[in-house]
T-cell receptor, first 114, second 116 residues
Framework: AQSVTQLGSHVSVSEGALVLLRCNYSSSVPPYLFWYVQYPNQGLQLLLKYTSAATLVKGINGFEAEFKKSETSFHLTKPSAHMSDAAEYFCAVGRGGGYNKLIFGAGTRLAVHP | DAGVIQSPRHEVTEMGQEVTLRCKPISGHDYLFWYRQTMMRGLELLIYFNNNVPIDDSGMPEDRFSAKMPNASFSTLKIQPSEPRDSAVYFC??????????????FGNGTRLTVT
């Protein structure tokens, strides 16, 4: 069965600092993995997706994630945080390796300080 | 494109009342999903449709919940009777089949339901 674990429910960084949000997955089949961002009072927006092509995936807003099969990880990074990056971030795995029955992690709330 | 449109944005109702949430998916998307988000349980998939047909409703909490999709541009999620524990944000999402740019889920802004 597939599952997702996001380490750290809250992460705080300074503006300009590296952002690292951790996600580990469990999947019995090659996974489809996603990162979504949710701003207050809005729905989730797709940041990036991994679908068994390149292991380093670039997304919107300068974010990227690296798929590491040996570590069953899909951590999200951004070299330099901006105030506008403050939001909640969700990692998700496609159950059965597809897009439909996504299992979401509990989310990580990112705070960015001046 | 206007994106996935949900209405109302906020709904406050009393326990025992019927609640209907509405969703208009992105034109051309053939899958539609209903999710519920709570602090305790996070994001849960309730039900999803493909070409207006319910495919998997295993996430629907109980018989008080029902969902319909009468056509490709409209879906409803109904709770009857509502209970305080149904208070949550309900999201509708849609996607296009395949693996292209429109294939991942596109979410609406949600309906915040409060049952008193």
């Amino acid at each position: 069965a597939q599952s997702v674990t996001q380490l750290g429910s809250h992460v705080s960084v300074s503006e300009g600092a590296l952002v690292l949000l951790r996600c580990n997955y469990s999947s019995s089949v090659p996974p489809y993995l996603f990162w979504y961002v949710q701003y207050p009072n809005q729905g989730l927006q797709l940041l990036l997706k991994y679908t068994s092509a390149a292991t380093l995936v670039k997304g919107i807003n300068g974010f990227e994630a690296e798929f590491k099969k040996s570590e069953t990880s899909f951590h999200l990074t951004k070299p330099s945080a901006h105030m506008s990056d403050a939001a909640e971030y969700f990692c998700a795995v496609g159950r059965g390796g597809g897009y439909n029955k996504l299992i979401f992690g509990a989310g990580t709330r990112l705070a960015v300080h001046p | 494109d206007a994106g996935v449109i949900q209405s109302p944005r906020h709904e406050v109702t009393e326990m025992g009342q019927e609640v209907t949430l509405r969703c208009k998916p992105i034109s051309g998307h053939d899958y539609l999903f209903w999710y519920r988000q709570t602090m305790m349980r996070g994001l849960e998939l309730l039900i999803y449709f493909n070409n207006n047909v319910p495919i998997d409703d295993s996430g629907m909490p109980e018989d008080r919940f029902s969902a319909k999709m009468p056509n490709a541009s409209f879906s409803t999620l109904k709770i009857q009777p509502s209970e305080p524990r149904d208070s949550a944000v309900y999201f509708c999402a849609s996607r296009q089949s395949g693996t292209g740019d429109n294939s991942p889920l596109h979410f609406g802004n949600g309906t915040r339901l409060t049952v008193t």
